[in-house]
């Protein structure tokens, strides 16, 4: 035990002095390091610093120009520095009183507006390129008189390029085209010449594109889009002008810039005199793009060249570069163009079914409400039929017809596309009879999905009848109703065409399931008559004599009777 004891004492006496000559040597910390290394970096400098002013001492010893006198640091003037702090005060006084004048409500807004006037004067320039301040001018353009906005104007002028392509100044470019009608030509006039070279900047094209579109005139869009173009040599244009359109498309096919209009027009005549290897060309290296282009009329002609004269492999691009896009492609006013130019001539037609008619049918009800949504879905229904497709439609969609790359046969194509669509369209129509038929657009559709689907429309016509089944009221009722009237009777009329249809024929359904006495008061207005007309001209067995018997006690009242629905009632029935 006592030996055990004699070692730890020892051990504790081994500890101590080993603690006491660890301390007597200098710590090696981390701080002790960083200043070591900083000594170190600070004498290299110091070395480095001495070596260099020495080698300038030594360096044009012939000269009389002392040398080391110009190493030293340089002193600026006390001037410069006081008109910064004034040109900051100017600033900051500029937004203080923006501030007040901005606001919708504000009783001395004149008032503040000359005493802005009076400071910018003669130095509205250097207040263009600055954030705030740049706010401040293009309010004084929105509420200033013509006197106000012209003065700014004429200090900016000359400046317009410069301003253009500025991300805060830009917007006064804008205001200028907005307020200053009488000067709008003269801005456009700075832009020409120097097109290619504003497309390509990112905060002039935005300018070049609003200018072009929204305010330049059809002289003025020529002059702009001139430069594209370039000099045309005489008994050479066609080929100068594929020349020169080439040299300044292909740069802007890998930016952003494909998007805006001004590129459209140009690019759409390239590929219309191309030859057809120049144009295959083109249509490769666009073809993944197209979305950009459709939302103006020479995009979307574009985009129609690409579908009728593209490879099956083009096509097939093309249908995979609009997944995701197909909803708002169906519903742009010229983009639903390239919808129509696909269906028909692309012969995959089962790759149109997978990309287009799939993404359509999860947004059949947007789609239909939309005036060219509607064109998009009835094109599959009953392509190019006069009644709903006018000529100026057709004769855009004619250059696509016998295209080299269209093999299928027509009927074919169209049988397959109109069999996709045609039992989604009947889901959705009985669905929504009741929203449809009193609408003056959409009971049109109606009644060509009853015409042209394939498929029992025997749910559509029940879910009519049930309209027609509520109790009589002469300014709610459905054969009341303006439009309401008319299509019952269009439907009684198709009716008569499709006789050996499987679904159940609405004639048979209202004699059925109306009372007599609802059908009798249906008499009493003129549209009611007119409906019972058409009912009675109906060639579904049993449906005329039966109705000629439920009306036949009020037959002589009509025969007296100034409506005109009445004259056709009895003149129907006595021909019975």
């Known amino acids: ?236 244009e066609k080929q100068s002008k594929l020349r020169r359109l080439k040299e300044t498309i292909t740069p802007l096919l890998n930016k952003e810039t494909l998007k805006h209009s001004i590129v459209h027009k140009p690019l759409l005549d390239y590929l219309l005199m191309a030859s057809e290897q120049e144009r295959s060309e083109m249509i490769e290296q666009i073809r993944e793009r197209l979305v950009e282009l459709l939302h103006t009329k020479e995009g979307s002609r574009v985009a129609m060249q690409c579908v009728w004269f593209g490879t099956a492999k083009d096509r097939k691009v093309i249908i995979k570069s609009f997944k995701t896009f197909v909803k708002k492609i169906a519903m742009e006013e010229h983009g639903h163009y390239v919808l129509l130019a696909m269906f028909d001539s692309i012969d995959d037609t089962v790759l149109v079914k997978k990309v287009i008619i799939s993404e359509l049918s999860g947004h059949l009800d947007e789609v239909v409400a939309d005036k060219y949504g509607r064109r998009v879905l009835l094109y599959l229904l009953c392509p190019r039929n006069p009644l709903y497709f006018g000529p100026s439609l057709l004769s855009v969609l004619a250059p696509g017809d016998g295209n080299p790359h269209s093999k299928k046969p027509v009927e074919t194509r169209q049988s397959e596309l109109h069999d996709a669509i045609s039992l989604l369209l009947v889901e959705l129509t009985a669905a929504s009879v009741s929203q449809w038929l009193l609408d003056k657009q959409l009971s049109q559709f109606l009644l060509a999905v009853v015409q042209h689907c394939s498929g029992d429309v025997t749910a559509v016509m029940e879910n009519v009848v049930s309209l027609l089944e509520q109790p009589f009221d002469e300014e709610v009722h459905v054969v009341a109703d303006a439009c309401g009237h008319a299509v019952v009777r269009k439907l009684l009329s198709i009716e008569n065409s499709s006789l050996e249809t499987n679904s159940a024929f609405l004639a048979d359904l209202i004699v059925s399931r109306i009372s007599e006495d609802e059908l009798r008061l249906w008499a009493t207005i003129n549209r009611g008559a007119f409906v019972l007309t058409s009912l009675a001209a109906s060639q579904v067995d049993g449906v005329s004599e039966k109705l000629n018997t439920i009306l036949q006690p009020c037959m002589e009242q009509w025969r007296t009777s100034h409506l005109k629905g009445h004259e056709a009632l009895f003149k129907e029935l006595t021909a019975l």
């Open 1 to 236: 035990m006592g030996k055990k004891i004699s070692t730890s004492r020892g051990k504790k006496k081994a500890k101590t002095s080993a603690n006491a000559e660890a301390a007597a040597k200098p710590r090696r910390t981390r701080t002790n390091k960083f200043l070591k290394s900083k000594r170190i970096r600070n004498s290299g400098k110091k070395a480095n610093q001495s070596q260099k002013k020495k080698a300038l001492e030594v360096k044009d010893t012939d000269t009389t120009k002392d040398v080391s006198v110009t190493s030293k640091p340089k002193k600026y003037s006390s001037h410069v520095t006081v008109h910064k702090h004034k040109q900051l005060d100017l600033s900051t006084t500029l937004v203080k009183m923006w501030e007040q004048f901005r606001k919708h409500k504000c009783s001395n807004r004149a008032e503040i507006l000359s005493n802005i006037l009076k400071i910018i004067k003669g130095r509205v320039k250097e207040f263009a390129f600055k954030h705030h301040t740049a706010r401040v001018l293009q309010t004084v353009m929105k509420y200033g008189n013509c006197k106000q906005r012209l003065a700014i104007y004429d200090e900016l002028k000359d400046s317009i390029l410069e301003l253009s392509k500025c991300k805060y100044s830009k917007f006064l470019v804008r205001k200028f085209l907005i307020y200053c009608p009488k000067q709008r030509e003269e801005v456009m006039s700075f832009f020409y010449g120097h097109v290619r070279r504003l497309i390509r900047h990112t905060e002039a094209a935005s300018l070049l594109e609003l200018a072009y579109n929204d305010y330049a005139n059809a002289q003025q869009r020529e002059a702009l889009t001139r430069e594209f173009y370039g000099v045309v040599a005489i008994g050479d």
